[in-house]
């Protein structure tokens, strides 16, 4: 017997304010069609003034849970992957602890930028499959547009706000790449391309929270490469193929990083989940969101094979593969 770390619920919360690329017209030297055309990205949602990282969080574990058919008293512990947390401390975790009245467990903050969730759900699945845990909550909630300088078209245009979550159950299974739920993860990181994408402060420099800073074209060039390299390692480690995939449901950062990924692994676009246009790049709230999306919109089925992969700040990428 195996123990595997299956998906109980999902669920996901956007901002109400919707902002389309026209909006960034009036104030910088952009066009929608720029931005359509060399991101994917045709809207995306904002936080409203004093909405902050936890309170999207709390939304989407809500939706995850009441999915699920679960309450608080069910889950042993909440992990949230965000790079924008309300405060430097305590934890976004540990607020959306006490805001759903849960006063038993753990909690605690996983920071992996945009490849957040891939190392939330590698820590998630670790609990569980090693006993610690039975189940778990696993959000990725993101408010970019407080850290975004609106002079910078270059990545200002780029991001979005929002928050999905997963609820993770222990679940017993044979030890096959048929069993549902996580069945293999693939963690990397290079400190040395820390340039290529980073806030410019922080609590021990400059004791502001700073902007983002991105080399989007050297990125760019990283992405593909280590995306597909990740995405073949999981599968490997899991004992699958690529044509074993039914869904890809990637960090949506850009179109062309997507697509570019897709092709290399061989899978069509038309088995891929693609929220960009509609979210821009939500950093490790995408994938939540991406899946809660394939959910909602019939295409991810109980038993379908999934990849989920990111790369983001660090750099830091990985992948997970899971059955649904
Ligand atoms: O989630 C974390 C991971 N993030 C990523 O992986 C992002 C990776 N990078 C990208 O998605 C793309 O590099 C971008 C969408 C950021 C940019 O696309 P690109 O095709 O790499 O464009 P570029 O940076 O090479 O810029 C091309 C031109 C430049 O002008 P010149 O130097 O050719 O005259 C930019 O100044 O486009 C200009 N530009 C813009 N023009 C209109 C940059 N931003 C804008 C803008 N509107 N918003």
């Given at each position: 017997?195996?123990?595997?770390?299956?998906?109980?619920?999902?669920?996901?919360?956007?901002?109400?304010?919707?902002?389309?690329?026209?909006?960034?017209?009036?104030?910088?030297?952009?066009?929608?069609?720029?931005?359509?055309?060399?991101?994917?990205?045709?809207?995306?949602?904002?936080?409203?003034?004093?909405?902050?990282?936890?309170?999207?969080?709390?939304?989407?574990?809500?939706?995850?849970?009441?999915?699920?058919?679960?309450?608080?008293?069910?889950?042993?512990?909440?992990?949230?992957?965000?790079?924008?947390?309300?405060?430097?401390?305590?934890?976004?975790?540990?607020?959306?602890?006490?805001?759903?009245?849960?006063?038993?467990?753990?909690?605690?903050?996983?920071?992996?930028?945009?490849?957040?969730?891939?190392?939330?759900?590698?820590?998630?699945?670790?609990?569980?499959?090693s006993g610690q845990a039975k189940r778990l909550l696993i959000i990725?909630a993101e408010t970019f547009s407080r850290i975004l300088d609106w002079e910078d078209r270059a990545t200002?245009?780029?991001?979005?706000?929002?928050?999905?979550?997963?609820?993770?159950?222990?679940?017993?299974?044979?030890?096959?790449?048929?069993?549902?739920?996580?069945?293999?993860?693939?963690?990397?990181?290079?400190?040395?391309?820390?340039?290529?994408?980073?806030?410019?402060?922080?609590?021990?420099?400059?004791?502001?929270?700073?902007?983002?800073?991105?080399?989007?074209?050297?990125?760019?060039?990283?992405?593909?490469?280590?995306?597909?390299?990740?995405?073949?390692?999981?599968?490997?480690?899991?004992?699958?193929?690529?044509?074993?995939?039914?869904?890809?449901?990637?960090?949506?950062?850009?179109?062309?990083?997507?697509?570019?990924?897709?092709?290399?692994?061989?899978?069509?676009?038309?088995?891929?989940?693609?929220?960009?246009?509609?979210?821009?790049?939500?950093?490790?709230?995408?994938?939540?969101?991406?899946?809660?999306?394939?959910?909602?919109?019939?295409?991810?089925?109980?038993?379908?094979?999934?990849?989920?992969?990111?790369?983001?700040?660090?750099?830091?990428?990985?992948?997970?593969?899971?059955?649904?």
């Amino acid at each position: 017997m195996t123990i595997r770390a299956v998906v109980e619920g999902v669920g996901q919360y956007l901002p109400e304010r919707i902002v389309p690329n026209a909006w960034f017209e009036e104030f910088l030297d952009t066009s929608d069609e720029w931005i359509r055309t060399r991101s994917g990205i045709e809207r995306r949602h904002f936080a409203a003034e004093g909405e902050n990282t936890s309170d999207m969080a709390v939304h989407a574990a809500r939706a995850a849970l009441a999915q699920a058919g679960l309450g608080v008293d069910d889950i042993d512990g909440i992990l949230v992957a965000t790079s924008t947390p309300d405060m430097t401390f305590p934890s976004v975790a540990t607020m959306v602890q006490s805001d759903l009245g849960m006063t038993h467990g753990f909690a605690f903050d996983v920071q992996a930028v945009c490849a957040g969730f891939i190392y939330a759900l590698a820590n998630a699945n670790a609990l569980i499959v090693s006993g610690q845990a039975k189940r778990l909550l696993i959000i990725g909630a993101e408010t970019f547009s407080r850290i975004l300088d609106w002079e910078d078209r270059a990545t200002c245009v780029l991001f979005g706000d929002g928050a999905g979550a997963l609820v993770l159950g222990a679940a017993e299974g044979e030890g096959t790449k048929d069993d549902r739920g996580i069945l293999s993860v693939d963690l990397n990181s290079d400190g040395r391309y820390r340039d290529l994408l980073y806030v410019d402060g922080g609590v021990s420099s400059t004791g502001s929270a700073g902007k983002v800073r991105m080399k989007g074209n050297a990125l760019f060039r990283q992405a593909v490469e280590k995306l597909t390299s990740t995405a073949e390692s999981a599968l490997s480690a899991a004992g699958l193929k690529d044509d074993d995939i039914n869904w890809i449901v990637p960090h949506q950062a850009n179109i062309r990083i997507i697509a570019g990924t897709a092709k290399k692994l061989g899978v069509p676009m038309s088995r891929v989940i693609v929220t960009v246009q509609e979210h821009g790049n939500t950093s490790a709230a995408s994938i939540p969101l991406a899946l809660a999306e394939g959910v909602a919109q019939g295409k991810i089925k109980r038993g379908d094979l999934i990849i989920s992969e990111a790369i983001g700040g660090g750099l830091a990428w990985g992948a997970v593969v899971l059955r649904w």
